[in-house]
């Protein structure tokens, strides 16, 4: 398998731009990530790795709209590429394919 790997947060944060579709932004994946994790994130984390996976061509970014609630400052909005959508598919399958051996312990065992 030929692809670029991603570090588990960096596979959460790519996660959670895709379940946004265009509305991802750095304070709105902070909370997502913390409510479906539990675990503490910061906002310069989810901004590293939003870099991150920018320079790797797993994203890409603009800039939003001024609002209102946001006195006027604009949101830079986050999107997945083409390569970052495959590239989460293949770490699907990987995972699909583990989980559904240790779920089969005789289909393991005859493997091994």
Same mark, same amino acid.
């Given at each position: 398998? @030929?692809?670029?790997?991603?570090?588990? &947060?960096?596979?959460?944060?790519?996660?959670?731009?895709?379940?946004?579709?265009? /509305?991802?932004?750095?304070?709105?994946?902070?909370?997502?990530?913390?409510? /479906?994790?539990?675990? !503490?994130?910061?906002?310069?984390?989810?901004? !590293?790795?939003?870099?991150?996976?920018?320079?790797?061509?797993?994203?890409? !970014?603009?800039?939003?709209?001024?609002?209102?609630?946001?006195?006027?400052?604009?949101?830079?909005?986050?999107?997945?590429?083409?390569?970052? /959508?495959?590239?989460? /598919?293949?770490?699907?399958?990987?995972?699909?394919? &583990?989980? !559904?051996?240790?779920? @089969?312990?005789?289909?393991?065992?005859?493997?091994?």
């Amino acid at each position: 398998m @030929n692809r670029t790997y991603l570090g588990e &947060f960096e596979e959460i944060v790519l996660l959670g731009v895709a379940v946004m579709q265009g /509305q991802a932004y750095g304070v709105v994946l902070m909370h997502e990530i913390i409510e /479906q994790t539990g675990r !503490s994130v910061k906002l310069n984390q989810i901004h !590293s790795a939003l870099q991150r996976l920018e320079e790797k061509g797993m994203v890409k !970014s603009e800039i939003g709209g001024a609002t209102a609630e946001r006195g006027g400052r604009r949101k830079r909005l986050y999107n997945v590429t083409a390569y970052g /959508q495959r590239t989460l /598919q293949q770490i699907q399958e990987v995972r699909d394919n &583990f989980w !559904s051996r240790l779920i @089969n312990p005789l289909k393991l065992a005859t493997k091994l």
